[in-house]
């Protein structure tokens, strides 16, 4: 397939750039380094490749979110907005951009968040899950009370979030203490950014902001495959849920998935049955996964030419107001 759309493309600048260096084996540390930080050559070349037409970037994990000093993380933000910016301006009909946000700094993110979208032209933004503040072992979730006038800012604005992985701090998390296998991509981050989606689902963040959607990688990090189950046993031990909704109203009006690094037809094909194709979104997650890989499957993958041209191009249209 032809003129696909990508969502969930990584770029880095050089504030941000080592933060990679641990999710890369040694040996392709140079190659995955100069891949993140080249956007305007083989980038594009692998694009046309893989037979997509235009990709909407976002800074590599975790971004602003891991940096504890909150001026360090404004101004870190601002700077890799600035610097896609530039990017997007030279390629404006293959580049987007999701807005990296300081989200130490409600009040600095919502702010940031405006001049990314009615200054920059960005698609929307991405979080890296959550934030260090402060020093590195203080965490905030944003379903924390400061974030509601931030979350009013987003929703006005009428564009999407992506919410992206990383990491649980190992002194929060010590079911990973020995087992480093385990972590990043394998399975932790799965089960961080899940639970946090859960976190925003469950309290009242779509009720406040029912214009607000959220997007979710890898096939939504598992929750399409759980989300019966959850509503199934909160309807029988809710222990205080304070939500309107059950879950699934929530997953499946106010959420999205993309295929990012998750490139097998039978998840797939579960996620269509739970969410319909019409809330699937094709992604890559370059240069951790390659265009071609992805390609070569999801242009070959058993589904009909009409889900297969709504995830890999028309839903992203209609969503990100795409001509």
Known sequence: ?????????????????????????PEVWARLKANLLDIEQQRLERMDAGGTAFSILSLNSPGTQGIPNVKEAVDVARRANDVLAE??????????????????????????LERCIKKLGFHGFMVNGFSQVGNAETVVYYDAPQFNDFWSTANALGKPFYMHPRDPLPSREPIYDGFPWLTAATWAFTMETSIHALRLMSTGLFDRNPKLQMILGHLGECIPFNIWRIDNIMQKAPRGYPGKRTMGEYFRENVYVTTSGNFRTPSLLSTMLELSSDRILYAVDYPFESFEEAAQWFDHCEISENDRKKIGRENAQQLFSLS
Request: glycine share 4%; no cysteine.
């Open 87 to 112: 990017h997007v301006t030279r390629h404006p009909t293959k580049l987007g951009g999701f807005a990296a946000l300081p989200m130490q700094d409600p009040e600095a993110a919502a702010r940031e």
């Open 1 to 25: 397939m032809k003129n696909k759309i990508a969502l969930e493309e990584h770029f880095a600048i050089d504030l941000t750039i080592d933060q990679s260096k641990i999710y890369s084996l």
